[in-house]
């Protein structure tokens, strides 16, 4: 899962990030308004974290221009403005969450697969295709009931077909879910990864739609 965080105090944007990676997330980092306004609009996160007391564009307002061009993605914000007053605005403005500093990473952590779960519709915390069920939160994926380990990249390739099952995705929407600013990918990085997991899991697991992208069927016995 791809988070964008927007916060401008430089060693709380660094262990933000950091944190979040540790969780399992990809997580890429803008530092203010205008530059957040501008990587949300490229549509590749499934989640932003979003600071108010920004500098260029400050947080509320670049939640009001996201909610004005219709773009759903779920958005929490993490503040130091604590009053009740503070949480009404937010929330009222476009938010689906609201999280106080000083925080916990695995509060926060918690929270965004929370807003996974409700903008995909799902109220489990586990995702379940038929056979096949990976736990979020665990990082654990059972298939036919049974353990099977994957590497951090596996399991991120594993969730986003997970969380879409039945939709084609192209190799640049992979690529996305994958990887952040500055990491670097290899040509062949997707079929490596989608060749592991059909190897440890089952050769149907993800199907090739040549010239068009990769799908997971909506059901796997």
């Known amino acids: 899962m791809r988070v964008l965080v927007v916060e401008d105090d430089a060693l709380l944007g660094d262990a933000i990030q950091a944190g979040l990676r540790q969780h399992g ?28 007391g920004l500098p260029r564009r400050n947080g509320l307002e670049v939640l009001a221009r996201l909610r004005a061009r219709k773009d759903a993605v779920p958005v929490l914000i993490l503040t130091a403005r604590d009053t009740v007053e503070d949480r009404i605005g937010g929330l009222d403005a476009g938010a689906d969450d609201y999280l106080v500093k000083p925080f916990d990473m695995g509060e926060l952590a918690a929270r965004l697969r929370a807003l996974s779960r409700r903008a995909a519709g799902s109220p489990s915390p586990a995702l379940r295709v038929g056979v096949l069920s990976l736990d979020p939160a665990t990082r ?82």
């Open 25 to 52: 997330f990809v997580a890429d980092w803008v530092r203010d308004g205008a530059a957040a306004d501008r990587a949300i609009g490229d549509g590749a996160f499934a989640a932003v974290v979003l600071d108010l």
């Open 140 to 221: 654990e994926v059972r298939w036919r009931g049974e353990p099977c380990a994957l590497s951090r990249k596996e399991f991120a390739l594993l969730h986003a077909f997970m969380r879409r099952p039945g939709a084609v995705l192209t190799r640049a929407q992979l690529e996305e879910a994958l990887y952040g600013w500055g990491e670097e990918v290899e040509s062949n990085a997707v079929e490596v990864h989608l060749h592991h997991l059909r190897r440890k899991l089952d050769p149907g697991v993800v199907q090739t739609l040549r010239g068009v992208g990769y799908v997971m069927p909506r059901e796997l016995a």
